[in-house]
């Protein structure tokens, strides 16, 4: 890791900077200025950091018996897809599966999971039908989210031992192929007039209710 900290940083963030120089293969004093043209957004911290990135998850040891997981299927917004990570972390979940979409580690996801993204086991596949079928093998309870209202209500779901739920696309919502491989369509009831949630706002729902 290469680490790159303003003076300004330095005296703020004491702490903070010292534990990330000692970490960090080596570290670059730089001017506020090369810290915003680096960061890439309005008031950054002065902290920068080049990461190597984490060896992708296996599906081995995440795709057993008790094991608690959200999908994502083709999620778009890249805010969306680091809300869910940072939430899925909150809430005790063991993996989160990225089936398409969004890149894990753009810019916005990073910010949006506020670190969570190099905490929390995150599987990506090609596949998400194909690992739905191997989850439902081992015992774990596949849900989809739909907005169908004769879906069962996300309530009244027994996951005891263990699930996948499955978060679609921001308009299309859960792919055929992939809702076809879901043993069971779950639906969050809403009373009000719209017609559907925000993709990480129902992920977060949905996690909360099948984690009880």
């Known amino acids: 890791m290469y680490a790159f900290v303003t003076v300004k940083a330095e005296g703020k963030?004491?702490?903070?900077?010292?534990a990330v120089t000692a970490s960090a293969h080596e570290c670059f004093e730089v001017s506020a200025g090369?810290?915003?043209?680096?960061?890439?957004?309005?008031?950054?911290?002065?902290?920068?950091?080049?990461c190597r990135m984490p060896e992708p998850a296996g599906s081995a040891h995440l795709i057993a018996?008790?094991?608690?997981?959200?999908?994502?299927?083709?999620?778009q917004d890249p805010a969306n897809l680091g809300a869910v990570i940072r939430t899925a972390e909150a809430l005790g979940i063991d993996a989160v599966i990225v089936g398409g979409g969004c890149d894990v580690y753009n810019p916005k996801t990073l910010r949006s999971a506020m670190g969570s993204v190099?905490?929390?086991?995150?599987?990506?596949?090609?596949?998400?039908?194909?690992?739905?079928?191997?989850?439902?093998?081992a015992g774990l309870g596949t849900v989809a989210l739909v907005t169908d209202p004769s879906a069962d209500d996300i309530r009244s779901v027994d996951t005891g031992a263990g699930f996948v739920c499955v978060v679609g696309n921001e308009g299309a919502g859960v792919g055929a192929r992939t809702l076809q491989a879901c043993r069971v369509k779950a639906t969050i009831p809403?009373?009000?007039?719209?017609?559907?949630?925000?993709a990480a706002a129902a992920a977060a729902i949905a996690m909360w209710e099948l984690s009880k």
């Not at 190099?118 to 093998?137: K, N, P, V, Y």
């Open 65 to 75: 018996p008790g094991r608690r997981c959200v999908a994502l299927d083709q999620v």
């Open 118 to 137: 190099f905490r929390m086991h995150i599987l990506q596949t090609g596949d998400l039908a194909a690992l739905l079928e191997q989850a439902a093998s």
């Open 190 to 198: 809403m009373r009000g007039k719209t017609e559907s949630l925000n």
């Open 34 to 50: 090369a810290a915003d043209t680096v960061a890439g957004t309005a008031g950054p911290q002065g902290i920068v950091c080049v």
């Open 13 to 18: 963030y004491s702490e903070e900077v010292r």
